[in-house]
């Protein structure tokens, strides 16, 4: 499975632009990009995903380099709320007894402190 | 919404019991998973199930099976529980789309064997 590399920890003004990296130069054609968070004490939500094309919705922006081999979680108007653990992950797409599925590999993550 | 309900927030057993952590999932979802996380290591792939009794290994399948008798139920069980098995454990569920669904996750199982 392609793996990606996220910087350990950000910080971000309140109101200002939250721009989160993540690295992955080994993946393949057939992997999304997906973006979760995780706030203290509770599971993962999921953000956004995409596969070549920047996506926007309600929560944040996703822009993936042509190459695909990076991407960014853009959270427009950070709030105090956002604070969170931010994980880029890659659905890896497998087939098993003839259907498809989608298996979430999760790395380490950014910590995003947003701050007044 | 989608809900993913894991059975407890907090458990505390003893080293060498029989543990079982209990998922549902009410959105009809195929797939559901389950990880456990701990400092450090971030989320790790335990087991995952694309349908009613089947399942996958994940990345640390060792000393962990599951059950699912029923699509809306998936069931981690800890056959003789260890020390080293104190974590967060996070349910997850998604539909049997390919790669391009979201998962919903549980508010997680803290358990810590004593």
């Known amino acids: 499975d392609a793996k990606t590399t996220q910087p350990t920890s950000m910080d971000c003004a309140e109101g200002r632009a939250a721009n989160l990296p993540c690295n992955h130069s080994?993946?393949?054609?057939?992997?999304?990009v997906y973006w979760y968070r995780q706030i203290h004490s509770q599971g993962p939500q999921y953000i956004i995903h995409?596969?070549?094309n920047n996506e926007t919705n309600e929560m944040a922006s996703l822009i993936i380099t042509e190459d695909r081999k990076s991407s960014t979680l853009i959270l427009p108007h950070a709030t105090l709320r956002d604070t969170a653990v931010y994980y880029c992950?890659?659905?890896?797409?497998?087939?098993?007894?003839?259907?498809?599925?989608?298996?979430?590999?999760f790395g380490q993550g950014t910590i995003l402190t947003v701050h007044p | 919404d989608v809900k993913v309900t894991q059975s407890s927030r907090y458990l505390v057993k003893r080293t060498g019991e029989k543990v079982f952590l209990e998922c549902v999932q009410d959105?009809?979802?195929?797939?559901m998973f389950w990880y456990r996380q701990d400092p450090g290591l971030g989320l790790r792939l335990i087991y995952f199930?694309?349908?009613?009794?089947?399942?996958e290994k994940g990345d640390i399948p060792e000393g962990y099976s599951v059950s699912r008798e029923k699509k809306e139920r998936f069931s981690l069980i800890l056959e003789s529980a260890s020390t080293n098995q104190t974590s967060m454990y996070l349910c997850?569920?998604?539909?049997?789309?390919?790669?391009?669904?979201?998962?919903?996750f549980g508010q997680g199982t803290r358990l810590t064997v004593v």
């Open positions: 080994t993946i393949s054609g057939n992997e999304y």
């Open positions: 997850a569920s998604s539909l049997l789309t390919g790669p391009n669904t979201e998962a919903f």
């Open positions: 199930s694309y349908d009613v009794k089947m399942k």
């Open positions: 959105m009809d979802h195929e797939n």
């Open positions: 995409g596969l070549k």
């Open positions: 992950i890659l659905n890896f797409h497998l087939l098993a007894g003839g259907t498809s599925y989608g298996k979430l590999t």
